[in-house]
């Protein structure tokens, strides 16, 4: 009878180790509950700097003081944000490492042969962002001052108009080759390494066009010496209200703005989503963030998470169509 009592005891005990090692699952509820209790990282796969660099500090600034902890910006730049993004999809479901992903994931799967990742597997989306509107330029000595010129331009003359990206596969890059798709023509795509040498080159004249971030250029739409066309979001942007979309001017349902927003590690509790969902979107409320972001020409684009999703899916499908139709590859 010891011996039964004995072996029952030490049975329990293992038991009691086993739920242990495992979390009971009122332990896992309260520590949802006290979410977050230490800083959170959001990873991003761009430079300092960039657009989606300046958006993300100034949201985790203003998510840091709703989430009462400190919401830090870690930058994994390199592989078209593969490295941030693997990185995140291995760290651990609980809410304390975060991507900011973007049109580049959307992308990269009909661009590349192997991406180390599968968004709507490795992920679970949180909630979209913000967008950066980019605009169609011209060099005023091309000759054309509104849309459908520049469209009865090169359907007259296939593959003579020249225009500049900031690099293969860029959104800069696809937004002329969607541009020529939708006319049924097609221009000839001169890229470079980032926009900068590409708005030099542009200035200069030596390549007429480009589909620009509005940050970028409009300082030089502004002094006369690029034209501006339109803006290439579904809506007019707040950052120049006074410019057209390229839908407007004929060609419905044209939509290239950069767009970016968070996920999570898949299998992050619905709970923690729910928080760190609600912190976006009452940062994208706030008058400061939208005021700081228009300075950067950065709007907010805003979405949950089954909206992400379904954006996600409808970007996904789209660009795939437009690689494989026109024969893009990220060389």
């Known amino acids: 009878m010891k011996s039964s009592s004995a072996s029952f005891l030490g049975a329990a005990l293992l038991a009691v180790a086993g739920l242990s090692a495992t979390k009971l699952p009122g332990a896992a509820a309260a520590e949802q509950s006290t979410y977050p209790d230490r800083p959170v990282r959001l990873v ?5 700097g960039s657009a989606t660099d300046i958006a993300s500090r100034i949201l985790a600034h203003k998510m840091s003081g709703l989430l009462g902890q400190q919401v830090v910006v870690d930058n994994r730049p390199g592989a078209s944000t593969s490295i941030a993004a693997v990185l995140v999809a291995k760290s651990a479901p609980d809410g304390y490492t975060l991507f900011m992903a973007g049109n580049s994931n959307a992308v990269t799967p009909s661009l590349q042969k192997s991406v180390p990742f599968d968004f709507f597997r490795d992920f679970s989306p949180v909630a979209l962002a913000a967008s950066v509107p980019n605009i169609l330029v011209v060099n005023p ?5 509104d849309v459908p010129q520049l469209v009865e331009m090169v ?3 296939p593959g003579k108009v020249f225009f500049a990206s900031s690099g293969n596969g860029t959104m800069s890059h696809l937004a002329g080759e969607l541009f020529g798709f939708t006319i049924g023509s097609r221009m000839t795509h001169v890229p470079y390494k980032g926009s900068s040498q590409a708005v030099i080159d542009l200035l200069a004249g030596s390549v007429p066009v480009m589909f620009a971030p ?11 010496r690029l034209k501006a066309l339109a803006t290439t979001g579904a809506e007019r942007s707040r ?7 390229i839908a407007e001017k004929g060609l419905p349902d044209y939509d290239t703005r950069i767009w970016f927003g968070v996920v999570a590690p898949a299998h992050t509790p619905e709970a923690i989503i729910g928080t760190l969902a609600d912190a976006v979107n009452r940062a994208l409320d706030s008058q400061e ?15 949950d998470a089954k909206q992400f999703s379904g954006h996600m899916q409808r970007e996904m499908t789209r660009w795939a169509t437009l690689i494989k139709s026109r024969g893009i590859t990220a060389d």
């Open 155 to 157: 359907k007259r003359n």
């Open 44 to 48: 991003i796969g761009f430079p300092a």
């Open 141 to 145: 000595a091309l000759g054309v001052s």
């Open 239 to 245: 950052i120049a209200p006074e410019l057209p979309t």
């Open 214 to 224: 509005a940050s970028t250029v409009l300082p030089y739409v502004r002094d006369g």
């Open 289 to 303: 963030v939208m005021d700081q972001l228009a300075a950067q020409g950065i709007e907010p684009f805003k979405g």
